[in-house]
T-cell receptor, first 114, second 113 residues
């Protein structure tokens, strides 16, 4: 079945430590890939997206993500986490020809300890 | 630009009541979407529209209806509210090139008791 999987429900990291959030997809073709962040009580904000080309994409707030076709993965990374990064992070995909409908993973809640 | 706006921010309904969640965007976007977010479940697509007068069902449309009479507005109607519709509802829109960023509204938190 087609799906987006975020295997980590909750992650805790110390401020200044590196971060990697995992995302795997299961589709017949490579979808368009997105990472969104949701701060408590807020809507969603786009961090970055991958359509084609360079498999390492840079986003806002110092985030980056790497697309690995062989692993069907699109993991989000940040070299040094700040306390303000505490939020929920969603991986999402869009399939071509589907009116840009997003399919979301279940999210990873990031907690940052000082 | 105000972006995507949603009203109300919060609402409590009794079982069987009806209400309309309002969504408007001022970016002249053709594509608009309604999602619901339940804890631990991510966001699920309820309905979407690719332009005025055109709507279609998403993954979880049961219990909801939509209309799109203008480019700007995309209201979501709940008929006969049920506890299972307790959720946070997000409206989103996209314009320009397809597969671009979807802009999300701030959400409506709905509780059905």
């Amino acid at each position: 079945a087609q799906s987006v999987t975020q295997p980590d429900i909750h992650i805790t990291v110390s401020e200044g430590a590196s971060l990697e959030l995992r995302c795997n997809y299961s589709y017949g073709a490579t979808p368009y890939l997105f990472w969104y962040v949701q701060s408590p009580g807020q809507g969603l904000q786009l961090l970055l997206k991958y359509f084609s080309g360079d498999t390492l994409v840079q986003g806002i707030k110092g985030f980056e993500a790497e697309f690995k076709r062989s692993q069907s993965s699109f993991n989000l990374r940040k070299p040094s986490v700040h306390w303000s990064d505490a939020a929920e992070y969603f991986c999402a995909v869009v399939l071509t020809g589907t009116a840009s409908k997003l399919t979301f993973g279940t999210g990873t809640r990031l907690q940052v300890t000082l | 630009n105000a972006g995507v706006t949603q009203t109300p921010k919060f609402r409590i309904l009794k079982i069987g009541q009806s209400m309309t969640l309002q969504c408007a965007q001022d970016m002249n976007h053709n594509y608009m979407y309604w999602y619901r977010q339940d804890p631990g479940m991510g966001l699920k697509l309820i309905y979407y529209s690719v332009g005025a007068g055109i709507t279609d069902k998403g993954e979880v449309p049961n219990g909801y209806n939509v209309s799109r009479s203008t480019t700007e507005d995309f209201p979501l109607r709940l008929e006969l509210a049920a506890p299972s519709q307790t959720s946070v509802y997000f409206c989103a829109s996209i314009g320009g090139q397809p597969y671009n960023e979807q802009f999300f509204g701030p959400g409506t938190r709905l509780t059905v008791l």
